[in-house]
Structures are given as structure tokens and as C-alpha cells.
């Protein structure tokens, strides 16, 4: 059962061929027991799971149902859900039980959906592997020894040792998209302002959004059709209506542009991820589809940057966090100074304290102009080359991230190397462009991620393309051995 999508689960259910308390039941099971191996989740919440999916079998019953209604799906701890504790990884936060849900929580709970609980993940999102989570890393079902990615880590290795069908995940330079290449499953970040932002805890606001990570294409059309949309009480989101994605998926590739680009296929790159990606193409070719080389010339200009707008972002958000008002607060301050400095001090993880710094210094006066200013300045180039790109081919196609999992503390006394593994995802954050990526195969026995990105808005198109792969290739439905159903 547990090896089904979210689609064939929305079939049974509607057919009523099984329960959703019968399948929550199940799934409840399956976490309980795989996650102590795991580390997915940081909170499960079984109670309010038999809650819903009761709740969902009596909308099927009184046929008021939707396509997701009775499925489970469990939520990256950084979106604020009602009366349960959201931690965002941190010490910070292990206190903290939201008041309100997010608004990606509302729309998926008000389709119906099942909450089976809130998944591990790096600290306030700041990380690639997992490891700066206070709750200790997550870990790859493909591999213990090996990180998931991060930082949406927790919820990419639950889809793959299918504990959920489908997770939330939140990408502000890759994380959505490097830990789905990681773990071999399917992760989408929508267009910027495309899904709302209000409940999601900020990490650094121009770059982050939020998306699905599931099985399958269909799927991430699935759930981002409900994610999706306006919302009021995020001046960021975008006012325009939700393309129905899960309609646009069948249309055949014939003549349409991809464009590979020349910085993205170099010496950095893994020669067996080349190789894999390049027989991706030919698959891609057979379909119909027209490649050609394109040029994307400020790349390589692309991690300094986001290290300098993400850390400079994070920096402002994170100064709520005061020791006051909500979150850790340190024993018997001795005053106002010390209780803002313990309480920061003694909560937050070395890498947030790094990213505070870097942040800090490169808003003050004096480096403003030489560092924020500057960086901003590149991602506008950065914006121009895509837009220049995207006069010429319809999609963008490369791989997602530039090596396999590696292994868990490899690249923790390194950060730059640790930063390095998002070079091909960060840039779609800083243009605030759509990326998907989905398995294109394996290398030595671990995943591998190709990776498309599309022009503002085209999550359909890039949906499309990667629907298209899956029904020509099986990646996507590989499970790692000892997660297999036995
Ligand atoms: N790895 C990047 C960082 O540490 C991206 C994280 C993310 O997308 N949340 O900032």
C-alpha cells in the first residue's frame, strides 16, 4: 500500500476502497516504527490524523470530497501549525506551539488532507544536509551514512522510505529541490509569490517559497493546485489565478525548446551525473523535444551572491528572536543585555550565529554598498541573463545538484563546500524563477536529480516535461531496499 501516490491514493479513497482512518492508521504504524531509524520527523501527531481522516471519510461519504481529501501528508517544521509545536530545527523554537496555522497548512487541511506530523530539518532552514538541525540530522534511506539534503531534509527521506506520500518543503537556494535529487524523488519551487508565504517562518524573505515533495510529477500538480494562490496576508503573494496543472500534463513534447546551459555542464560537475543527464536528453529527445546550448554567463556569480542577500535577509528576521516575547529564554538574566545575549547565545546553532554575522556586517555602514549593494546588483544580471535565455527556449534543463548524498559529516567543517552544493539551484531563488526536479537514475546506488526550470508562472510547463519523463522512465517509483514492503 504504501508504495502508491498520491493520485492512486485519492482513486481508492473516492472509490472507497479503503478508509483514510484505515489509511492513517497505516501510515501512523509506518512512522512510529521506521522513524526511529530515520530521524524524519521532529513531531508526529496521531491524534489529529485519526481526527481528520475521520473528519475526510464522512466528506466522502456525504460526497463533498475533493481529489486529496483522506490522503496524509506531513509539513516541513518551519510552517506554523495550530496547537502543535513548530520548531524550525532550533533550540530556539523547541518551545514554541503556533497559534495560527500557515496558510499552505489551511489550504491543504481544508482539502481534506491528513497531517501525520511536522518533518525534521536544517535550522531555520540554513543548511544542506540536514545536519544543523537541533533535533539531529534526518538520513537517507538509500544510504544511513549519508545526508538527505536539506534544508527541507525530513521531508524528502520520508517520501522516499514512503512513511508519507507526499510532504511540504520550503526552497530558498535549493532546499526543496537538492534534497529530492538526494533522496530520488520529485520536488517543485513554484514561481516567487506563487504560494503564500504567511505562517511559513522567515529564513530570508525576497528567496523563500514554499512546495511539494512527492513521488511523482502528478502529484506535485496535485498538491500545488491546492497550495497555490493568492492570499491577502502575504503582500508578496502574487494575484493571479491558479493554472489547473494536473490538465496540462498530457500535452505532448513535440518542438519544444530546452535549453542546456553551458556553465551548468563543466568541470564541477560529477562525470556519472553528466552521463545520467545526458541520457535524460535522449529520452527527452525521443519525445520530441529540441535542445540547444544556452549561455547563463553570471552563474558562477550566483552562490557569492545569495551568501550575501540570504545571510543579510536572515540576519533582520531572526532578531525577533529576543528571549521576550516567544521562544528559549536563558536562566536568571542579569539584565536587559545579558537576557538578549543568553538567550541568543545559548539557542542558536554555529551555523545561524555564522549567517547572523555575515549578515549583520554586510548591512553595516561602510559594506553596504561594497556587499549588499553589489549583490543585489548581480542578481539583477543574474534575472537579465534568464530572461535573455528565455527569448530563445521554452525551459532550461541541467542537473540539480553537483555530486550525490554525501556522507554525514563530510562538509561540516567546510561550509563553503557545503554552500557549493546548491550552484545550480540558488540562481532560479535570486531571478525568483520556477524549478522542479525529479530521478534521473542512479549513480553507484544513489540518486540522481535532473533539474528544469521555467520562466515566471510556467510551473505547468516544467509539470508537463517532467510528466512526460516519468511515463518513459521508472526512477521515480524505485524504493530503497530495506524500505520496501515486504
Ligand atoms: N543551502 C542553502 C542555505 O543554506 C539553501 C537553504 C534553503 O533553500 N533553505 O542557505
Given amino acids: 500500500m504504501f508504495q502508491h501516490t498520491i493520485a492512486e491514493l485519492s482513486q481508492l479513497l473516492q472509490s472507497k476502497s479503503i478508509s483514510s482512518v484505515a489509511l492513517t492508521r497505516a501510515y501512523i ?18 491524534e489529529l490524523a485519526l481526527q481528520q481522516a475521520k473528519a475526510a471519510d464522512d466528506r466522502i461519504q456525504s460526497g463533498t470530497s475533493e481529489a486529496l481529501t483522506g490522503i496524509p501528508i506531513a509539513h516541513k517544521d518551519i510552517f506554523c501549525s495550530k496547537n502543535i509545536k513548530t520548531s524550525c530545527g532550533s533550540k530556539m523554537l523547541d518551545n514554541f506551539v503556533a497559534p495560527y496555522d500557515a496558510t499552505v497548512v489551511e489550504r491543504l487541511a481544508n482539502a481534506g488532507m491528513v497531517t501525520l506530523g511536522k518533518t525534521n530539518m536544517d535550522e531555520f532552514a540554513m543548511g544542506s544536509s540536514n545536519e544543523t538541525s537541533f533535533y539531529g540530522p534526518a538520513l537517507n534511506p538509500w544510504d544511513k551514512q549519508r545526508v538527505p539534503g536539506g534544508s527541507s531534509g525530513g521531508s524528502a527521506s520520508a517520501v522516499a522510505a514512503r512513511l508519507v506520500a507526499g ?35 522567515a529564513y530570508a524573505s525576497s528567496l ?40 496540462e500534463l498530457t500535452n505532448k513534447l513535440d518542438g519544444i525548446k530546452i535549453g542546456l546551459p553551458k556553465e551548468f555542464f563543466n568541470q564541477n560537475l560529477d562525470s556519472d551525473i553528466g552521463d545520467n543527464i545526458n541520457s535524460a536528453i535522449k529520452i527527452l529527445k525521443e519525445c520530441g523535444a529540441v535542445f540547444k546550448e544556452i549561455e547563463l554567463p553570471n552563474s558562477h556569480l550566483s552562490i557569492p551572491a545569495y551568501y550575501v542577500v540570504a545571510p543579510a535577509e536572515c540576519s533582520s528576521n531572526l532578531e525577533r528572536y529576543d528571549g521576550v516575547r516567544y521562544g528559549y529564554r536563558c536562566e536568571d538574566p542579569k539584565d536587559l543585555a545579558d537576557l538578549y545575549c543568553r538567550s541568543r547565545g545559548e539557542s542558536f546553532g554555529e551555523e545561524v550565529k555564522r549567517r547572523i554575522m555575515i549578515g549583520t556586517y554586510v548591512l553595516s555602514s561602510g559594506y553596504y554598498d561594497a556587499y549588499y549593494l553589489q549583490a543585489q546588483k548581480i542578481r539583477r544580471l543574474i534575472r537579465d541573463d534568464f530572461q535573455q535565455a528565455f527569448n530563445d527556449v521554452d525551459i532550461i ?38 524549478g522542479i526536479s525529479i530521478p534521473s537514475g542512479f ?44
Fill in 167 to 201: 510532504a511540504t518543503g520550503t526552497d530558498t537556494g535549493g532546499s526543496i529541490r537538492q534534497p529530492a535529487a538526494m533522496c530520488g524523488i520529485t520536488g517543485l519551487k513554484p514561481t516567487y509569490g506563487r504560494v503564500s508565504r504567511y505562517g511559513m517562518i
Fill in 397 to 434: 534543463l541541467g542537473p540539480t545538484t553537483p555530486t550525490t548524498a554525501f556522507k554525514l559529516n563530510e562538509n561540516m567543517d567546510d561550509p563553503v563546500s557545503m554552500y557549493l552544493s546548491d550552484i545550480y539551484t540558488v540562481s532560479a531563488n535570486l531571478a525568483g524563477l520556477p
Fill in 208 to 247: 523563500d517559497q514554499g512546495g511539494p515533495l512527492t513521488q511523482t510529477a502528478e502529484d506535485a500538480a496535485m498538491l500545488l493546485s491546492t497550495m497555490a494562490g493568492f492570499d491577502e496576508r502575504d503582500s508578496t503573494s502574487v494575484d493571479r489565478p491558479v493554472d489547473n496543472y494536473n490538465s
Fill in 443 to 486: 549513480s553507484n546506488g544513489l540518486p540522481v536529480g535532473m533539474q528544469l526550470m521555467g520562466n515566471y508562472f510556467q510551473e505547468s510547463k516544467l509539470l508537463n516535461i517532467a510528466h512526460q519523463y516519468q511515463l518513459q522512465t521508472d526512477w521515480h517509483k524505485q524504493i530503497p531496499g530495506e524500505f520496501k514492503e515486504s
Fill in 29 to 46: 504504524e509506518r512512522c512510529e516504527s521506521l522513524d526511529t531509524e530515520l530521524n524524519c520527523f521532529i513531531t508526529l501527531t496521531p
